[in-house]
């Protein structure tokens, strides 16, 4: 993977390119563009064998198969510090099918199990500006094992009130078992818990209804080995 670097004024921003994407999408500013000669290759996420009665009703999203691996990389100089990173996930719908193609890490205060962004305005504005649909976040647990800490559950209680479709990525580098996994709130079970909670700070939340987990690995997202993607690094 060989990032071509583009310094503008607002922001930094560079290209991943990951060969070529098999859809067309609209946005000149991404340059997408169709090659039908390059062979696809999509996987079902590590963990993810596990699907809800509500998968099935869901649209498919599609990640590059070296986003985590990207983020990570810019995360670095923080999990060395023993810091979390976050970054925002932004996608295109295509034929019914959810693109993620943009990561932009906003600016941020981090401590060693939380990160909070700033100047979200700045996020917002590039959404916009790409016509991009908030499917999501992605986070470090940069000592920690991978799961979706009570703060985490109510930051993607966020995101999945809004998109359905919305999902979480912890990526753990330490976690020998699994460093990486993708989340959402379980449905209705986790969302009613989370939507009832008005406490902060790290916190026991009820079980579900239903006894169901909070949580589960997400059963319709694969990555896609010819997905190239944009990161706006803010920071």
């Not at 100089?77 to 970054?87: A, F, R, V, Y």
């Not at 790290?202 to 079980?207: K, L, Q």
Request: proline residues 4%; charged residues 25%; aromatic residues 8%.
């Amino acid at each position: 993977m060989d990032p071509t670097y583009q310094r503008e004024t607002a922001y930094r921003c560079h290209h991943v390119h990951v060969r070529s994407v098999t859809q067309s999408f609209p946005s000149r500013a991404l340059s997408f563009i169709e090659d039908s000669t390059q062979e696809r290759h999509l996987s079902r996420v590590k963990g993810s064998e596990c699907e809800s009665a509500h998968s099935n009703s869901r649209k498919n999203l599609h990640i590059s198969a070296h986003l985590m691996e990207e983020f990570l990389e810019l995360a670095k100089e923080n999990t060395d510090k023993d810091l979390e990173t976050c970054g925002v996930l932004g996608a295109f719908l295509d034929k019914g099918i959810l693109y993620v193609t943009t990561l932009i890490i906003p600016k941020q205060e981090s401590t060693s199990n939380s990160c909070l962004a700033k100047n979200e305005e700045e996020v917002f504005a590039i959404q916009h500006e790409h016509s991009l649909i908030p499917v999501g976040w992605i986070h470090t647990h940069p000592s920690q094992s991978c799961f979706l800490s009570s703060i985490d559950l109510h930051t993607q209680y966020s995101y999945q009130v809004m998109e359905p479709e919305a999902f979480a990525i912890v990526v753990a580098p330490t976690d020998a078992s699994r460093n990486y996994g993708i989340f959402r709130l379980s449905e209705p079970g986790g969302m009613n818990v989370l939507r009832e909670c008005r406490e902060t700070g790290f916190h026991t939340h009820r079980e579900t209804a239903d006894g169901a987990p909070i949580y589960e690995h997400c059963a319709n997202v694969y990555t896609n080995s010819n997905l190239r993607f944009e990161v706006f690094d803010l920071r």
